[in-house]
């Protein structure tokens, strides 16, 4: 997503090596870069397949942070009516009324074990991960030579089919994502649902295909996770409510 935004700015693409200085390039976008070229090497030098084994791995080792982003998301869902109520219950335009409404919701979340920062502490830990894994795709010099299915991975997808693939994978991605939230933020999730995937298919026509396949997997990916999170929560609230009917 980070990479969707990045595109419309300056990239630093000069190739990256381990010569190559500052913390970020050196700790951060040269491990990931060798780390490519050496799945590559175990692929039998598919950089393609590299970029989607390290999409994947790198996917499942942000796992637990995605959940525990989740978690909290959860529970937060869990509290919202508690939260209008309360604050149907004090005039917002009043500065004192607006504090003791302030205090209210941080016992509400006290009591209910909740932290309001939960959610957002995940997302800053992933971001710089991916997206040093951007700049490492977008500056190994072994992508930019190498050809993959029908593409070329260092320039753009001359059929077009990736850039469209992976904008169709995003919409499908957001569009389960959104499935089960309160219809209150669904709607306010609806403007992205459509502008997100015009985003990456922009991208995609400009920027290399590597790009585009690696936005691409990371939507099938998450698509199979969020799926798989939500039926095991199906299966939890079936559970929970055949014991309430037993009891």
């Known amino acids: 997503m980070t990479g969707v935004l990045l595109s419309g700015c300056g990239l630093d693409r000069a190739p990256i090596t381990s010569e190559s200085e500052g913390i970020w390039d050196h700790f951060f976008v040269f491990p990931l870069s060798w780390l490519m070229?050496?799945?590559?090497?175990?692929?039998?030098?598919?950089?393609?397949?590299?970029?989607?084994?390290?999409?994947?791995?790198?996917r499942l080792l942000l796992l637990p942070l995605f959940?525990?982003?989740?978690?909290?998301?959860?529970?937060?869902?869990?509290?919202?009516?508690?939260?209008?109520?309360?604050?149907?219950?004090?005039?917002?335009?009043?500065?004192e009324?607006?504090?003791?409404?302030?205090?209210?919701?941080?016992?509400?979340?006290?009591?209910?074990?909740?932290?309001?920062?939960?959610?957002?502490l995940p997302m800053v830990i992933q971001m710089p991960i991916l997206m040093a894994f951007y700049f490492a795709i977008v500056r190994t010099e072994e992508i930019a030579t190498h050809s993959f299915l029908w593409m070329d991975l260092g320039n753009p997808d001359a059929y077009m089919i990736m850039p469209l693939l992976a904008?169709?994978?995003?919409?499908?991605?957001?569009?389960?994502?959104?499935?089960?939230?309160?219809?209150?933020?669904?709607?306010?999730?609806k403007i992205m649902l459509y502008i997100m995937p015009i985003m990456i298919v922009g991208a995609g026509f400009a920027l290399p295909s590597a790009l585009s396949l690696y936005w691409f997997t990371g939507s099938i990916f998450m698509m199979?996770?969020?799926?798989?999170?939500?039926?095991?929560?199906?299966?939890?609230e079936r559970s929970d409510q055949t014991v309430s009917e037993a009891d």
């Open 167 to 189: 904008g169709f994978g995003m919409f499908l991605q957001m569009q389960l994502s959104t499935r089960n939230m309160p219809t209150e933020v669904a709607g306010q999730m």
């Open 67 to 95: 959940l525990k982003q989740h978690k909290s998301s959860k529970a937060m869902q869990k509290l919202r009516p508690e939260i209008e109520q309360l604050r149907t219950q004090y005039d917002m335009k009043n500065p």
């Open 97 to 120: 009324e607006q504090r003791k409404m302030q205090q209210e919701m941080m016992s509400l979340y006290q009591k209910s074990g909740v932290n309001p920062l939960a959610g957002c």
């Open 224 to 236: 199979v996770q969020t799926w798989l999170i939500h039926r095991n929560e199906r299966k939890m």
């Open 37 to 58: 070229i050496q799945t590559a090497e175990i692929m039998q030098g598919s950089y393609g397949l590299a970029i989607m084994v390290m999409t994947v791995v790198i």
